[in-house]
């Protein structure tokens, strides 16, 4: 018995050790350089990589584009200029680093010769590309090795930015890393409805494999501060960028596709022309596709729910039934305006579906939608579509009158 207990104890043992080892092929973190940013732009190159080039360090390739890495932390002590090779003082918490070519893999290869760490893209956070990149080239040439690569995860958010990729990927503020600061944008979808869905990589390879237009959050830069405003068109069959949606178009968007988790719908005063401002806290639409014969239209009810949280049109009273009645009409006809903008956009300006109707079509007529998935960007823009708003007003916040 005894010697059965010291075998069953040296068995498990063994395998206990063999289940507590470190991955053999791991690598430390204080030996790879970790990027946690990637930006796209159109082939711009360094001051670094010209210096370089007339040394002739350098390989057969064209200037297609310009790939900018995000390392944190920078390597201490290292401190060069920005847009030359790397970008990082005492004040700075990463690293930006850039090379031009013609294969971003290539591009990735090429860091190992200027590195004593090579890249990792276990982390990466975000990816921005260039309008201008994205007017040029397919999304899916752009990404093509990006969605092969085994290192990168597909919860990465993809954005675009309105100008550079390397200004979205730079900032004075001190400690900040841009990368993690376009990731936390992103949790105030609850507090405006001017933030689109997170699109990771995931989801973008999606939507390009349907072949469906889509969206893509736009990130504008000033002054080395970043903002998010507006979303990115993209063709569905081009994949490549056709214009932009503004701030109010996506607020009327949002009504369309009952993405609305947070916002203000600002209005004035019939009376006084006041600012008078609505909350949202429930909202809810349907898209009705209706067939007749070989016509399609589509109807569209909306339904919201909120508080009247500002009212500059002092000494009226916010608990007057009437005057209640007359501000919940003028939040609709605000919602309306923002639906009809956005819809005169998609159907007149850039010939899109970006709403989901195509979708809500499939689902509810598919015999239809196989008779006009083909084209429906442009059978789209020829459809009639009504809608409806109703706002109800249910709370004034903390207002004692």
């Known amino acids: ?46 001051s670094f990589e010209r210096d370089i080039n007339k040394q002739g360090a350098t390989y057969p390739k064209k200037k297609v584009l310009t790939a900018t890495v995000q390392i944190v932390p920078p390597i201490a002590g290292k401190n060069e200029k920005q847009g030359g090779s790397s970008s990082s003082s005492p004040s ?17 290869r090429q860091f190992a010769l200027r590195r004593d760490r090579p890249l990792i893209g276990h982390h990466l956070k975000v990816i921005v590309v260039s309008s201008e990149l994205a007017k040029r080239y397919s999304l899916e040439q752009v990404f093509d090795f990006i969605l092969r690569d085994n290192d990168i995860r597909p919860s990465c958010l993809v954005v675009v930015s309105h100008r550079s990729a390397l200004e979205a990927l730079s900032s004075t503020e001190p400690g900040e890393i841009p990368a993690f600061y376009l990731m936390g944008l992103v949790d105030n979808r ?17 939507a390009m494999q349907s072949g469906e237009s889509f969206l893509l ?51 004035y005063a019939p009376k006084t022309g006041h600012t008078v401002t609505f909350e949202p806290k429930k909202s809810h639409s349907t898209i009705v596709p209706k067939i007749q014969g070989d016509e ?17 049109s002092f000494p009226e009273i916010p608990s007057s039934g009437g005057y209640i009645s007359e501000m919940e009409q003028q939040f609709e006809e605000e919602a309306r305006k923002q639906i009809e903008q956005v819809l005169n956009k998609m159907q007149h300006v850039y010939h899109v579906d970006v709403g989901g ?3 809500e079509l499939r689902i509810k007529h598919p015999k239809v939608w196989k008779k006009v998935q083909e084209n429906w960007d442009e059978t789209f823009s020829h459809i009639p579509i009504t809608y409806e708003v109703n706002m109800r007003i249910t709370d004034f916040g903390s207002s004692t009158d």
């Open 190 to 206: 609850y507090r405006s409805n001017k933030i689109i869905p997170p699109v990771t990589l995931i989801k973008l390879d999606s």
């Open 217 to 267: 959050q736009n990130v504008v830069t000033a002054q080395s501060e970043h903002k998010f405003s507006g979303a990115a068109i993209f063709k569905g069959k081009t994949k490549k960028w056709i214009g932009e949606l503004s701030q109010y178009d996506l607020e009327g968007l949002s009504w369309i596709t009952a993405d609305v988790m947070g916002g203000a719908l600002k209005t």
């Open 357 to 359: 109707f195509g979708n």
């Open 92 to 108: 700075k918490a990463y690293l930006n680093e850039q090379l031009t070519g013609d294969s971003i893999i290539q591009i990735f």
């Open 296 to 312: 399609i239209s589509f109807h569209i009810k909306v339904n919201a729910e909120g508080r009247l949280i500002e009212d500059w």
């Open 1 to 46: 018995m005894n010697r059965y207990i010291r075998y069953t104890s040296l068995l498990a043992a063994s395998i206990l050790l063999l289940l507590t080892t470190g991955c053999w092929s791991s690598n430390e973190i204080e030996d790879v350089s970790v990027y946690v940013g990637l930006g796209l732009d159109t082939a711009n190159e360094s």
